[in-house]
T-cell receptor, first 116, second 111 residues
């Protein structure tokens, strides 16, 4: 089975440019999560969706960040304009809301973003 | 406010011995706890979980223990293998889907 797929794996761009990160969740999963990992703050949740609807965006750092989920198989995280402090590894994860009991989140391999 | 803490940034053990990774939390509303393993340049991979109504869950070489009164959980790996060398994250969840992660512990298993 295909796991969570993120693209690109690496992105290097200059300050002020728009950055778009992409995620394809595991088929059938109805929850999708965006995380950011930095040395200073560790792994922190930015936003999550349930059935394509944003549920909790309290972790989104500021208005420069936006996330969308136009359908069940695709989500984007956009940064505009980008700043050097946005440099981090961004992970997407998904999980199923079905079945009995708790279901773990499954992570993609991340996008390593460097803003120069 | 760090609600989930892994106080040991690193741990080194010999192959075949037991590895014990620890995690402390402060929020008594957490009801579900998970351990993830992460290799370099990969995403975290789910290992094992435990509900707050239990005190132990076992899966092969991996056992998670939960002490609610102490707000402490631990992951035991026995026997440890060199392939277990990775960063281990504990995570906790309140009702809903938000996970709070610890800082991670780098485990090195020496042959």
């Amino acid at each position: 089975d295909a796991g969570v797929i993120q693209s690109p794996r690496h992105e290097v761009t200059e300050m002020g440019q728009e950055v778009t990160l992409r995620c394809k969740p595991i088929s059938g999963h109805d929850y999708l999560f965006w995380y950011r990992q930095t040395m200073m703050r560790g792994l922190e949740l930015l936003i999550y969706f349930n059935n394509n609807v944003p549920i909790d965006d309290s972790g989104m750092p500021e208005d420069r960040f936006s996330a969308k989920m136009p359908n069940a198989s695709f989500s984007t995280l956009k940064i505009q304009p980008s700043e050097p402090r946005d440099s981090a590894v961004y992970f997407c994860a998904s999980r199923s809301g079905q079945g009995v009991g708790n279901q773990p989140q499954h992570f993609g391999d991340g996008t390593r973003l460097s803003i120069l | 406010d760090q609600q989930v803490k892994q106080n040991s940034p690193s741990l080194s053990v010999q192959e075949g011995r037991i590895s014990i990774l620890n995690c402390d939390y402060t929020n008594s509303m957490f009801d579900y706890f998970l351990w993830y393993k992460k290799y370099p340049a990969e995403g975290p991979t789910f290992l094992i979980s435990i509900s707050s109504i239990k005190d132990k869950n076992e899966d092969g070489r991996f056992t998670v223990f939960l002490n609610k009164s102490a707000k402490h959980l631990s992951l035991h790996i026995v026997p440890s293998q060199p392939g277990d060398s990775a960063v281990y994250f504990c995570a906790a969840r309140t009702s809903g889907s938000r996970l709070t992660f610890g800082e991670g512990t780098q485990l090195t298993v020496n042959p």
